[in-house]
C-alpha cells in the first residue's frame, strides 16, 4: 500500500482527536515460540492501519499542531549485525524517508522524550486496557509530569480509547483496501476451488488443508488469516474445529472455512461439500436450505437497511425449513420468538472484515442495530449444524453440520460479493468435483 493512504488516515485522525490533544499507539510485541525462536511477526492492526511500519518495539505518537511534526515514531535503531542475521529494519532514518514520519526517535529514550510531548495536553488517545505495560508507562510519565506543576506545566487531564476514533475510520474501506482485500478474496477462492477438486474419500483433513496452504504460498501469500477449519462429517458441528485430522469417508460433507491474508487484510470463506462429489438427499435438503438462508440475508445487504436484517431473514428461512424437514415441530412465530432455531443455529449471520477476520466496528449505536453504509464489509455466513447424538431427530439429520460464507461489499446501489468466484449451488459443486 502506497504511503500516501497511511498519510491520509494520520490527517484524518488528527483532525478527530484535535489540536492541543496526542494520541499515541504501540507496535505489536515479537512473540517466543521456544528458545530463539520466534513466531512470524505480525504487526497490531491499528499501528499498520496508521503507520505502514511493519517492526516491533515501537510506537507512534500523533499531535495535531506540533510545530516540529505532528507525526513521531519510536523506533529500533539500525543494527548492521541485526540486519546481517535478520535483515534489513528501518531505523531512523528510514523511519522518516521511508515512511514519512516527520520525527524519529531511538526507542530506548522513549521514558526520556515522550513525557515532554504530554505536557499541556488535554487529552490523551490510546488503547486503553490493551497493552499492559503502555498503560503502566503512561500513568507513570503523568505523574511525573504532575510533579512539574508549580512550574507552569500541566498534565493531561483526561485518558480517552483510540479505538472508539480509529475503528470507525477502520470500518469504511477506501479503494486502495479494497484492492487488498479482492486480492485476498480472489487467492482464497481458488485454494477453496483446488480443495473441492482434489478431496477424495480416504484423504486426511490435513492433506486438504494442505491443498489450501499451497495455493495461499503459490500466490505469494504466507499469512493465513485465521486458522484453517477442515471439518468432515461431525466434525463441522464443532464451529471452530482446527484438528484437521481426522480421516475422510465417502458418506460424509467436509466444511471447509479458509482465508489468506493480503498485506494485513483478511479473506474469509465457508464452504461445505460431499467428500465423495455427490449429495445424499438429506445432505442436499439440508444444504438447499442454507444456500436459501444466504440468498434471503443478501437480499436485505443495501444502504440504509440495519446490520440485523440479514439475521432476522436467515432466521425466518431456516426455521420454516427445519419445522418443512421435521427437524423442529410448532409455530415459526413462536419458535423464532423462543429461539428454538439456536439448538441447530447458534450464531449470527456474520460480522465484520477487514484487517482482521473479525474486524473492528460497532454493530450497535446507542442500542439500536447500525444502519449499512457504503464500504462496509461484512460476511454473510448461514449455518446448520445437526450433533450426531442429537436424539431428537431422525438419524438421516445426524452428524450434518453445513455453513456458507461469502466476503460481502455494501455498495451505492446494494452490494458486491467479493468471494463469487467460489461454486456454491448443488449442480456447480457436484460438476467442479465430478470434473465437469
Not at 73 to 89: I, M, Q, T, V, Y
Not at 190 to 208: D, K, L, N, S
Not at 403 to 408: A, T
Request: aromatic share 8%; charged share 30%.
Amino acid at each position: 500500500m502506497k504511503q500516501a493512504e497511511f498519510k491520509k488516515r494520520r490527517a484524518l485522525l488528527m483532525k478527530r482527536i484535535g489540536k492541543g490533544n496526542i494520541a499515541i499507539i504501540a507496535s505489536a510485541a515479537q512473540q517466543t515460540r521456544n528458545r530463539d525462536v520466534h513466531y512470524p511477526y505480525r504487526q497490531d492492526s491499528d499501528f499498520y492501519y496508521l503507520t505502514g511500519f511493519n517492526e516491533a518495539e515501537s510506537l507512534a505518537a500523533f499531535i495535531p499542531g506540533r510545530e516540529q511534526g505532528e507525526y513521531v515514531l519510536f523506533c529500533r535503531e539500525f543494527d548492521e549485525k541485526k540486519a546481517l542475521w535478520e535483515g534489513a529494519h528501518a531505523g531512523l532514518e528510514g523511519a522518516t524517508l521511508h515512511y514519512e514520519a516527520d520525527d524519529s526517535f531511538p526507542i530506548d529514550d522513549l521514558d526520556d522524550i515522550l513525557p515532554g510531548m504530554l505536557e499541556n495536553k488535554g487529552k490523551v488517545f490510546y488503547p486503553m486496557g490493551k497493552d499492559s505495560e503502555l498503560d503502566h508507562k503512561l500513568l507513570d510519565w503523568i505523574n511525573h509530569i504532575r510533579k512539574q506543576s508549580r512550574s507552569g506545566v500541566t498534565a493531561p487531564g483526561e485518558l480517552v480509547s483510540l479505538e472508539h476514533v480509529l475503528h470507525e475510520m477502520r470500518l469504511f474501506k477506501s479503494p486502495e483496501e479494497l484492492k487488498l482485500m479482492r486480492r485476498a478474496a480472489e487467492v482464497s477462492a481458488r485454494a477453496h476451488v483446488r480443495a473441492m477438486q482434489a478431496c477424495r474419500p480416504g484423504m486426511y483433513e490435513y492433506e486438504v488443508e494442505a491443498e489450501l496452504i499451497h495455493e495461499f504460498i503459490r500466490d505469494g501469500l504466507r499469512a493465513v488469516a485465521y486458522p484453517s477449519i477442515v471439518a468432515g462429517g461431525k466434525n463441522a458441528c464443532v464451529l471452530h474445529y482446527i484438528e484437521n485430522k481426522d480421516k475422510l469417508h465417502k458418506d460424509d460433507l467436509l466444511l471447509i472455512d479458509a482465508g489468506v491474508e493480503c498485506d494485513h487484510y483478511a479473506a474469509d470463506i465457508t464452504r461445505t461439500f460431499p467428500v465423495s462429489g455427490k449429495f445424499s438427499e438429506p445432505q442436499k435438503l439440508l444444504y438447499q436450505l442454507v444456500l436459501d438462508a444466504q440468498a434471503a440475508a443478501l437480499e436485505q445487504i443495501q444502504p440504509g437497511i440495519t446490520w440485523n436484517k440479514a439475521h432476522e431473514a436467515s432466521v425466518d428461512v431456516l426455521t420454516k425449513g427445519l419445522v418443512e424437514l421435521g427437524l423442529l415441530k410448532g409455530r415459526v412465530k413462536k419458535l423464532i420468538k423462543d429461539e428454538k432455531y439456536k439448538q441447530f443455529y447458534m450464531h449470527r449471520i456474520g460480522h465484520w472484515l477487514g484487517m482482521d477476520v473479525h474486524d473492528v466496528g460497532d454493530y450497535k449505536i446507542k442500542d439500536e442495530w447500525r444502519i449499512l453504509e457504503p464500504g462496509m464489509v461484512l460476511t454473510v455466513e448461514p449455518g446448520l449444524y445437526v450433533p450426531a447424538d442429537c436424539e431428537k431427530v431422525d438419524k438421516q439429520w445426524r452428524g450434518i453440520g453445513i455453513r456458507i460464507e461469502d466476503d460481502v461489499l455494501v455498495t451505492k446501489n446494494g452490494y458486491e460479493i467479493l468471494t463469487h468466484a467460489v461454486p456454491k449451488s448443488i449442480a456447480d459443486i457436484e460438476a467442479l468435483m465430478q470434473g465437469g
